[in-house]
């Protein structure tokens, strides 16, 4: 014993020691300065009553959308609004139903979790854009099939619905939120993107953007920005209204996103000093 007991000096080596629970060396991760978190969630209208859709659009402030925004939405099955802080106890109350909804798996008659998520957090820099997907992958999607559609129907293979998110937080602590709805479809390819002066390969798929739809509204900590895509409207918002997966017709879905957190506040900012304007001598 008293030899291995020099061999373990010799060795160098020490008693096991660990450090307090709770406790760490590293510093903690920091958002940087132009940073956005949105919360997101999409909640399906199949099981929603009518009137409960009127009363969450009774309450919205559709005002902070252009006239000719709102026209090419409506247009196009979309409605877009800012609700405040507080939704409606119903609406909350379906998110969390949904939240604990389990579809089931009929070749395996197991409970499984959608592959679609309608709850998360997105962490964003300012001006930089994000994709949220808002509907299942389908072999085949078509736009403009419904009768009142004045153009004619597109076909994309192997396609699923997404809204590209885009954050610009001003310096008195309001935050635009962009919204564009897209089609994402085919395979993947890699290709070069350039940014901020450097080149990166992507895995990405074709992506079809619906600018003349973008949607933007200037929001402050708390408050949501819903979109709604109805099924009996047509255009593409029958597209992102979506399979509802049961025998009857979908009839629509609610896209939010509130504002949760950000980082960016110019208020006590140093001024920046003004160039005098340059007078010739007399």
Excluded: Y
Excluded at 245 to 262: N, V
């Amino acid at each position: 014993m008293l030899a291995l007991g020099v061999f373990a000096v010799l060795a160098g080596c020490s008693t096991w020691t660990t450090s307090p629970a709770g406790k760490s060396f590293l510093q903690p991760a920091r958002m940087s300065p132009d940073s956005v978190v949105v919360e997101f969630a999409m909640l399906n209208l199949d099981s929603v009553a009518e009137m409960r859709t009127a009363e969450l659009w009774r309450e919205a402030d559709e005002q902070q959308i252009p006239v000719e925004t709102r026209q090419k939405l409506a247009q196009q099955g979309f409605r877009c609004g800012v609700v405040g802080s507080q939704l409606p106890s119903w609406l909350t109350d379906e998110l969390v139903s949904q939240g604990k909804h389990l579809k089931l798996d009929e070749s395996e008659q197991t409970a499984v979790v959608s592959d679609l998520l309608t709850e998360r957090r997105i962490q964003s820099r300012a001006n930089q854009r994000r994709s949220v997907p808002v509907g299942l992958k389908c072999k085949e999607l078509i736009v403009g099939q419904d009768e009142s559609d004045s153009n004619p129907p597109r076909k994309f293979a192997d396609a699923q619905c997404h809204l590209s998110l885009t954050v610009v937080p001003k310096g008195d602590g309001q935050v635009e939120l962009v919204l564009v709805p897209e089609i994402q479809h085919g395979p993947m390819h890699q290709r070069w993107v350039g940014q901020d002066g450097l080149f990166r390969l992507e895995a990405s798929r074709n992506s079809v953007r619906f600018d003349e739809l973008q949607t933007a509204a200037a929001l402050l900590p708390g408050q949501t920005l819903i979109l709604s895509a109805l099924s009996h409207k047509g255009g593409v918002g029958q597209a992102f209204a979506g399979p509802s997966g049961g025998d009857s017709p979908p009839t629509g879905k609610i896209f939010l996103f509130r504002l949760a957190q950000t980082q960016f506040d110019d208020l006590f900012s140093p001024l920046q000093t003004r160039t005098p304007i340059a007078t010739q001598p007399l």
